[in-house]
């Protein structure tokens, strides 16, 4: 009961301070905002961004209790050609990781790092590197050429360029006109 009033009371506390900050262009006050700050990190520490969550899940999975997912580390850059991926599979080789490209513009990367053999008579100080299956999928922007997808696999680091369309082939939302029949009497007609 104790713990839960001062859960309470801390959540009181957070909400008054944040809604004394000022908040800048975003929905989020500045003071989050700024890189390497205390409280930016220790926001993002205690609530994730649910879309990177997400992007995370590997929906198409079967609940498995055996079934553990390996963190694979990213950084995705834009630059004024391509967008460039890169993932950490150290110790993986190329028919060990998989990468699809779907039609809702979503690019998913897989694979599973398989655990060292354990055989008799050995004796494991220490079990840290990760291991089992991994998933990242990214949904591109508009902006990319799905068709222009190449990737390489050079001293663990797996990288993923794909390049940007120009200006003008970029397609934006189809826009649907409406019929509208119109009484030309203006009279309201009833069966």
């Given at each position: 009961?104790?713990?839960?009033s001062?859960?309470?009371?801390?959540?009181?506390?957070?909400?008054?301070?944040?809604?004394?900050?000022?908040?800048?262009?975003?929905?989020?006050?500045?003071?989050?905002?700024t890189?390497?700050?205390?409280?930016?990190?220790?926001?993002?520490?205690?609530?994730?961004?649910?879309?990177r969550?997400?992007?995370?899940?590997?929906?198409?999975?079967?609940?498995?209790?055996?079934?553990?997912?390996?963190?694979?580390?990213?950084?995705?850059k834009?630059?004024?050609?391509?967008?460039?991926?890169?993932?950490?599979?150290?110790?993986?080789?190329?028919?060990?990781?998989?990468?699809?490209?779907?039609?809702?513009?979503?690019?998913?990367?897989?694979?599973?790092?398989?655990?060292?053999?354990?055989?008799?008579?050995?004796?494991?100080?220490?079990?840290?590197?990760?291991?089992?299956?991994?998933?990242?999928?990214?949904?591109?922007?508009?902006?990319?050429?799905?068709?222009?997808?190449?990737?390489?696999?050079?001293?663990g680091?797996?990288?993923?360029?794909?390049?940007?369309?120009?200006?003008?082939?970029?397609k934006?939302?189809?826009?649907?006109?409406?019929?509208?029949?119109?009484?030309?009497t203006?009279?309201?007609?009833?069966?």
């Open positions: 009961m104790k713990q839960t001062l859960a309470l009371l801390g959540l009181f506390f957070v909400t008054l301070f944040i809604g004394n900050i000022k908040t800048t262009e975003g929905s989020l006050p500045s003071a989050f905002d890189p390497g700050s205390l409280l930016s990190e220790l926001w993002r520490d205690r609530f994730p961004d649910p879309f969550v997400l992007e995370q899940i590997p929906l198409g999975l079967e609940r498995d209790q055996s079934l553990a997912l390996s963190p694979v580390r990213v950084d995705w834009e630059t004024p050609e391509e967008h460039v991926i890169r993932l950490d599979v150290p110790g993986m080789k190329k028919d060990e990781v998989k990468i699809e490209v779907e039609e809702n513009r979503v690019v998913r990367v897989s694979g599973e790092r398989k655990r060292e053999e354990e055989k008799e008579g050995d004796h494991w100080h220490r079990v840290e590197r990760s291991h089992g299956k991994f998933w990242r999928q990214f949904r591109m922007p508009d902006n990319v050429d799905l068709d222009s997808v190449k990737a390489k696999l050079d001293n680091v797996l990288t993923i360029t794909i390049n940007k369309l120009s200006q003008d082939k970029v934006g939302p189809r826009v649907v006109d409406i019929a509208f029949e119109e009484d030309q203006g009279k309201v007609s009833s069966a």
